[in-house]
């Protein structure tokens, strides 16, 4: 149930229409929670069906003009009410982990490869939220809602991290493996 939270967040930033909503999950959001522009809009549609969320009047009547969203007063309790409860953790689920799992029963076959792909594409979102952060978060910038957010984009930076180590310990350990193929 996280995607009309998600939406509901983005909205109390900054109302917005579903188009842009998209682009911010691209840029922003979407880091860490991703949602298509069907999935998008098909919520706004059930967050206004259920009066959390209203369209904002239009300045001037065009037809095919893009409707903008703002949060209700019902909205902002129902992020309020999730945002104070409590969840569990949920399970790792890793594609790349069951792989490895496997190739210890079938072989490494193409294995070593898809690390060194994995391990290129984590570096290179590392590199990306680390220009995100020099670029967004300077030192002076220390307002609550500007440490939460940086919070969460340490939390990607620090996943980064983890996997790029991971994966160059990975394949260092490859390097020392009979060839199982």
Do not use: C
């Not at 009047?57 to 409707?67: D, L, N, T």
């Not at 689920?93 to 294995?111: F, I, M, Q, W």
């Not at 490869?113 to 300077?138: K, N, V």
């Amino acid at each position: 149930m996280s995607l009309p939270h998600a939406i509901l967040t983005a909205l109390l930033e900054k109302p917005s229409s579903g188009l842009e909503l998209t682009r911010r999950f691209d840029k922003s959001i979407g880091y860490f929670w991703s949602a298509t522009h069907q999935q998008i809009y098909r919520e706004l549609g059930k967050l206004e069906g259920d009066g959390l969320i209203r369209a904002l009047p239009a300045q001037a009547p065009a037809r095919g003009q893009k409707k903008s969203y703002e949060v209700l007063p019902a909205g902002r309790a129902e992020l309020a009410r999730w945002t104070a409860a409590a969840q569990d953790p949920k399970p790792q689920r890793d594609v790349l982990l069951l792989r490895l799992r496997a190739a210890a029963v079938v072989g490494t076959a193409g294995l070593e490869a898809d690390l060194r792909r994995h391990l290129e594409l984590h570096r290179r979102q590392l590199a990306e939220y680390r220009e995100i952060e020099e670029r967004d978060f300077p030192p002076d910038r220390d307002a609550p809602e500007d440490r939460l957010r940086h919070l969460v984009l340490r939390a990607g930076i620090d996943l980064e991290t983890f996997w790029t180590q991971w994966l160059t310990h990975a394949l260092s350990e490859f390097a020392e493996l009979p060839d199982t193929d």
